[in-house]
């Protein structure tokens, strides 16, 4: 069973900096996607950013210019360098992965990290 561990949210002032990490642990299993979402609170959660098994990727037009998404793959970890942070990037972050069981390499699953909480204050 593939799981996620998170790492990195706390507090910090804005136009400071921040990195989350998430972690996939177990076995047997093939990654296709890793990414990032965020919610705020009283809003729906969306996609911060996310990158392919071969290594493209794609931002939301808020986090351009200013966050950084990495993997890797010897590790099957993801990271999200947050930088030049504002008060707006405040939400629970949560590490999302795509990956095919090796058995079952035709099904396509999904697993949520448990969120971190990034707080950014002004």
């Known amino acids: 069973q593939v799981q996620l561990v998170e790492s990195g949210g706390g507090l910090v002032q804005a136009g400071g900096s921040l990195r989350l990490s998430c972690a996939a642990t177990g076995s047997g299993f093939s990654i296709n996607v890793m990414g990032w979402y965020r919610q705020a609170p009283g809003k729906q959660r969306e996609l911060v950013a996310r990158?392919?098994?071969?290594?493209?990727?794609n931002y939301a037009d808020s986090v351009k210019g200013r966050f950084t998404i990495s993997r890797d793959n010897a590790k099957n970890t993801v990271f999200l360098q947050m930088n030049s942070l504002k008060p707006e990037d405040t939400a629970v972050y949560y590490c999302?992965?795509?990956?095919?069981?090796?058995?079952?390499?035709?099904?396509?699953?999904?697993?949520w990290g448990q969120g971190t909480l990034v707080t950014v204050s002004s």
């Open positions: 999302n992965l795509g990956y095919r069981p090796a058995t079952e390499s035709w099904r396509y699953l999904e697993v």
């Open positions: 990158i392919s098994s071969s290594g493209g990727t």
